[in-house]
């Protein structure tokens, strides 16, 4: 991945289409502005498209980046590392949570294999973009060689194009899987918005205070370690391959001027990393929803982006981002298939500037 | 409708099957808890089916109550009556919000005119169970004849069976549209929860001062009307017919231990109303979000209902029920197709009580 061109090629949102989207809604047969954050969302997708959109993005996949964490071998998750490449059977069985969420919303769910511990065998859900098994422990070293990083990205690369071609979307779900990777994810966080790890650190899976001090305890040294907080340097020191590699889909979205929906903490630290190295990428990112985690609305915060959903979900998986898609798909058609005041030949309001 | 009978055939969700779920969602492949509020969700849906849902919600259906208002000639909507009828035309036709928002549902709109000012035609969606043209003036006097009220209710039932005659569904989602009715339901609301009127009232689509001053009035002028505040009085005197018809689908559906997805503002009116006739039937009903239109909150809270989404909508037509809808399917989907950690063979957590 070849980071000058991609980020040359990352345009941001059409301003234009966005006020034209605007003015359309605004006379379609309902009052103004009562639509809410649909509309602002109808807004977002025809800033991306470039007009009104041409479909209701009902050609979606869900791409769930899969990466384990040196850093786990120090008990900062309630679960062990094998867990990872377990879940990872799951959702290609078709038993965990984004299984079931993935059929209410008519999507495939696609896995990368960014960098499990554990052999995963093959599948056809499965993609094998492996680049490790495991990052280092943060706690201890840079997570992952600085002079791997672009080689990580490019594995996110590869993943969407193969999403791409074996199920063409107009929307990308993005979910995660990783023991550890939520104690990776407030490292980042931590690092890019200078806030104290205490404010950003929660429980992830739901673990004791013993546990929660060693994971505070593994952060504060890989951010001692930072000297200048460039986007390289976090993501080099605190890994890990899923979430540098989500950040690479998340260009590669982008450059393709097609909606990405958000999942929770993880890959709104993915999000971070994309976000620095092409500010422009995060006009194409729709955050699903506000996860439990505390981490998560101080990430939304510094991304700039309002989460649609507030289910108080921790899980991962993309398992907001998936519960999210819905709503993409009627904010989409309400531009699309709703008439205006006057083409339905309704009585429009008696009050020239309604307060809305 | 004999309100001693169905008072007497609704039983309240069963806590034997809930306490249930919730054992096995906690042994699901997840953290405990980390499905948030769709796991709430799960288990509200398995206690109204007395035991694991014997499917993913997918046959449902919404029901549009419309009606009139007399206090519409007071000018408290910055739309004239006729919308009303007009709207109705375009749910019909396809080209309304909710006709959008129930393409992505995969669900049918009905609309049950219980008592538009104009005639509506024939439509083989529009269900003619009309009890009179528009309601009278609340301002002046009892919106619906307190004899009528049974009529009013049994106008529910009507079209309640005549939705699942059409249509058979395991949910049923609702929503309103009468120009006026804002002024009715926040009438509701203040005589039900005893909360000033200047607390709950809003904007409804989009009113100027002086209309609210108006909306006002007319609101505190039917309030002093009530001298008991029992449901009845308060139905007849503030009306509306969609309400009240409403109230009356709400206790079908309990009856029938189907699950009601209520909408905003107006249907959460009619499920006060419909709680207070039957406190049970609020066991089945789901609230579908949180309305922008402030007394939505109020009586939320007095229903004892926390709603699941929250899109600063305010349009009513059954919109944020059907946005709901996947939600539902999602819940019922997680406790049916997830597996347990034993079932999936993947390892637990290491902490006996993990904090969640």
Known sequence: MDLGDIRAAIVAPDPAAAAAARERIDQLTKPVGSLGRIEDLAVQLAAIAGGTPAHAYERRAILIGAG???????????????????????????????SAFARTAHAPVFVANFGVREPLGTHPQLLDVNVGYGTANLAKRAAIKHADLGYVLAAGTAAFDEVRERAPFDVLALGEMGIGNTTSATAIVAAFTGKPVQNVV?????????????????????????????????????????IVALAGVILCAARARIPVVLDGFIVAAAALIAGAIAPAALGYCIAAHRSHEPGHAVALEALGLRPLLDLELRLGEGSGAALALPLIESAARMIREMKTFAEAGVATSDQETATV
Chains 1, 2 share one sequence.
């Open 68 to 98: 384990d964490h040196g850093v786990a071998a120090d008990g900062v998750s309630a679960y062990p590392p094998e867990v990872t490449a377990q879940m990872v059977g799951g959702f290609l069985a078709g038993f965990a949570a984004i």
């Open 202 to 242: 929660g429980r992830g899976t739901g673990i004791d205070d013993e546990r929660l001090a060693r994971k505070i305890a593994a952060i504060e040294r890989a951010l001692a370690r930072c000297n200048d907080f460039t986007w390289d340097e976090i993501a080099s020191e605190m890994g890990g391959y899923e």
